[in-house]
């Protein structure tokens, strides 16, 4: 099983600033199969990226997605209100079990 | 627009069952596989299992094989985790999402989950 874990579990800071969230995986991803989701109480997880780079449809420039092997970011280059989320990685490669990172909880300072 | 809808979800004993259902609309139901994810408290997204747009192929986590059976009824446009045998470590909420396409098991659409909680 490829295990992600992801850093820092929390991120405080203030709306404007910039996030880099961090995603390792135990094992290379091949083809980058990677993807990020954001999350919120009581609300549906959202796609962000998949293939570690490639913005889902709608999704706001500001986010950006980049890595390969088995070191990959997520890049939020402007926070805006509504970003203060929990995001997660997840790793499509492998036949099951498909595996999630733990989880970065982005807050305002 | 796709839309998931979960229901099912309640308190139950340990060792007891539940049966959770995922409505969708907005897409072809049958060309999709679909996938359970949940998030117990406190703890990261957990794939649980996943199925087919046909049905043929399922797969399930290890913990819970033998427990947990998914199906799905293309006519009605629904999927369905049958629970059974509960434990505490089973409590979370538990979403359907489905596959972004057929070979890329990453999810485009979620629904907003349903709480399953084990409790005595």
């Known amino acids: 099983e490829n295990v992600l874990t992801q850093s820092p579990g929390t991120l405080s800071l203030s709306p404007g600033e910039r996030a880099t969230l961090s995603c390792r995986a135990s094992?290379?991803?091949?083809?980058?199969?990677l993807a990020w989701y954001q999350e919120k109480p009581g609300q549906a997880p959202r796609l962000l990226i998949y293939?570690?780079?490639t913005r889902a449809t709608g999704i706001p420039d500001r986010f950006s997605g980049s890595g390969s092997g088995t070191d990959f970011i997520l890049t939020i280059s402007r926070l805006e209100p509504e970003d203060f989320a929990v995001y997660h990685c997840?790793?499509?490669?492998?036949?099951?079990?498909?595996?999630f990172g733990g989880g970065t909880k982005v807050e305002i300072k | 627009e796709v839309q998931l809808l979960e229901s099912g979800g309640d308190l139950v004993q340990p060792g007891g069952s539940l049966r959770l259902s995922c409505a969708a609309s907005?897409?072809?139901?049958?060309?999709?596989?679909m996938t359970w994810v949940r998030r117990a408290p406190g703890k990261g997204l957990e794939w649980v299992a996943a199925?087919?747009?046909?049905?043929?192929?399922?797969f399930y986590r290890d913990s819970v094989k033998g427990r947990f059976t998914t199906f799905r009824d293309n006519s009605k446009n629904t999927l369905y985790l049958e629970m059974s045998s509960l434990r505490a470590d089973d409590t979370a909420v538990y979403y359907c999402?489905?596959?972004?396409?057929?070979?890329?098991?990453?999810?485009?659409?979620w629904g907003q989950g349903t709480l399953v909680s084990v409790s005595s």
């Open positions: 999402a489905k596959n972004f396409r057929n070979g890329m098991a990453f999810y485009d659409w």
């Open positions: 907005g897409f072809t139901f049958s060309s999709y596989a």
């Open positions: 199925i087919s747009g046909d049905g043929t192929y399922i």
């Open positions: 094992q290379t991803v091949a083809r980058n199969a």
């Open positions: 293939g570690a780079s």
């Open positions: 997840q790793q499509y490669v492998e036949s099951p079990p498909l595996t």
